[in-house]
T-cell receptor, first 116, second 118 residues
Framework: DQQVKQNSPSLSVQEGRISILNCDYT??????FLWYKKYPAEGPTFLIS?????DKNEDGRFTVFLNKSAKHLSLHIVPSQPGDSAVYFC???????????????FGQGTILTVHP | DAGVIQSPRHEVTEMGQEVTLRCKPI?????LFWYRQTMMRGLELLIY????????DSGMPEDRFSAKMPNASFSTLKIQPSEPRDSAVYFC????????????????FGPGTRLTVT
């Protein structure tokens, strides 16, 4: 049962345009969401996060939007740059039950390619 | 400050051999996670520890896989015997968790170990 889904395996965008990466989740207990970026031959690196008490979090060119009723989050990158080309993973965690120990559930990832 | 350290970076072994992957988490982090990444299954959580104690090993695929964390600065993932389908990239990650609940601290990943079993 895949609780976090990224339905688009890949996305291609022109430099300077907006990249929108989408993620859906099924577990209503998730209360914290993160985006990670992964370059080839490297481990994933944290990009941006959002708590379920918010619906938007912005950090420079990166903005994450959360729609709890739709169980959907998205990552917007504006403007997109060739260096943003990477695999993007969304992840979710839950404090339900009182403990989570920081466990994250990851989506399958979306390959973003930004063309010059 | 050094990040998560994994060794070896690459491992090529023959089917049936024992493989040991090593991880040193970030100093001060108290949760440690082992993941496996494959094309088919994406990033799978295998096992995780909190304060050196295994919390959930339900992601470990078979009894051939075992993991230990003898102290706060070292963990191993062992595969014995290894099989070709174990070929994947194995990541270790660590985070700081307070009171058993996430406090908004993200996981930091190591560079991974690429395992090839022939």
């Amino acid at each position: 049962d895949q609780q976090v889904k990224q339905n688009s395996p890949s996305l291609s965008v022109q430099e300077g345009r907006i990249s929108i990466l989408n993620c859906d989740y099924t577990n209503s207990m998730f209360d914290y969401f993160l985006w990670y970026k992964k370059y080839p031959a490297e481990g994933p690196t944290f990009l941006i996060s959002i708590s379920s008490i918010k619906d938007k979090n912005e950090d420079g060119r990166f903005t994450v939007f959360l729609n709890k009723s739709a169980k959907h989050l998205s990552l917007h990158i504006v403007p997109s740059q060739p260096g943003d080309s990477a695999v993007y993973f969304c992840a979710a965690s839950s404090n339900a039950g009182g403990t989570s120990y920081g466990k994250l559930t990851f989506g399958q990832g979306t390959i973003l390619t930004v063309h010059p | 400050d050094a990040g998560v350290i994994q060794s070896p970076r690459h491992e090529v072994t023959e089917m049936g051999q024992e493989v040991t992957l090593r991880c040193k988490p970030i100093s001060g982090h108290n949760s440690l996670f082992w993941y496996r990444q494959t094309m088919m299954r994406g990033l799978e959580l295998l096992i995780y520890f909190n304060n050196n104690v295994p919390i959930d090993d339900s992601g470990m695929p078979e009894d051939r896989f075992s993991a230990k964390m003898p102290n706060a600065s070292f963990s191993t993932l062992k595969i014995q015997p290894s099989e070709p389908r174990d070929s994947a990239v194995y990541f270790c990650a660590s985070s700081r968790v307070l009171g058993g609940r996430h406090q908004g601290d993200e996981q930091y990943f190591g560079p991974g170990t690429r395992l090839t079993v022939t």
